[in-house]
């Protein structure tokens, strides 16, 4: 990947992103980053929702199934997402529209809450991203993967190769999100559960498949999560592969140091 891409080589390398991608990866990975913004909504009820570089419309699909919220509408970069969306005839998709990336095509206030599911470390301007954000919606629900995290400096590569521009902890996000303004309303922690570490593995990764493989994947799962249950918040944040949260903006201006 090179050093510096324009908006354009980032929109066209997309265009056709989703016309031979793999819907059973995507669709599993989903199924957990819908069941988060789920959790972290807890207790309120929205009538229209935007997502905001929809992908393929995988994560659309669960709140669509589980009628989060009776209109769903989505943004997104590529052209091959978009279409892909759309050919699912979701019942509560309202619109999908393709859009630049930062400048959401719809007016102030127009949406209850707007996510922005593994998006964000995408981003070369985060900061402008968000602040449409604000502009667009109510609440608004964040979803990044913890990738700064010790060993950080060897997997540079790896994270570029996946498009990675920023990495997060949830201390991170949370100090960019309050600096632009947002108050963190609830938030989770999530791990990568074992079915996904096995398709990953197995399916994706074609690693040899045995007894003692598919037992420590299980194993270090639960160790994993019988510390978190011992140790709290902190700990849940270090072995986090991922971190959700739920805000509303306090400040609707941005802010100009």
């Keep these: 990947m090179p050093e510096t891409i324009s908006r354009g080589n980032i929109i066209t390398a997309y265009d056709n992103f989703y016309q031979n991608h793999d819907e059973a990866w995507r669709m599993l990975g989903a199924k957990y980053k819908a069941q988060n913004i789920m959790d972290v909504c807890k207790g309120l009820q929205f009538a229209k929702v935007l997502e905001v570089g929809a992908g393929d419309g995988s994560i659309l699909y669960y709140l669509d199934q589980w009628d989060f919220a009776p209109e769903l509408y989505a943004t997104e970069i590529s052209e091959s997402g978009v279409e892909h969306i759309k050919s699912r005839n979701l019942k509560s998709v309202k619109e999908v529209q393709v859009f630049d990336g930062y400048h959401i095509p719809f007016d102030d206030e127009t949406f209850d809450l707007v996510i922005l599911a593994h998006v964000l470390e995408h981003v070369e301007y985060e900061r402008t991203l968000l602040r449409e954000l604000k502009r667009i919606s109510k609440y608004q629900v964040i979803e990044v993967p913890r990738d700064y995290r010790f ?72 160790l994993k999560k019988a510390l978190n249950r011992l140790m709290g918040k902190k700990t849940q944040e270090k072995f986090a592969n991922a971190y959700t949260v739920l805000c509303r903006a306090t400040d609707k201006t941005p802010n100009i140091f």
């Design 151 to 222: 060993g950080v400096d060897k997997r540079i590569n790896h994270f570029l190769a996946y498009g990675h521009l920023n990495v997060y902890t949830p201390s991170s996000l949370r100090y960019l999100l309050r600096s632009e303004g947002f108050e963190v309303l609830a938030d989770k922690t999530s791990m990568i559960v074992p079915e996904v570490t096995r398709f990953n593995n197995f399916t994706n990764q074609k690693k040899h498949q045995s007894f003692f493989a598919n037992f420590k994947i299980t194993a270090e799962y639960r």
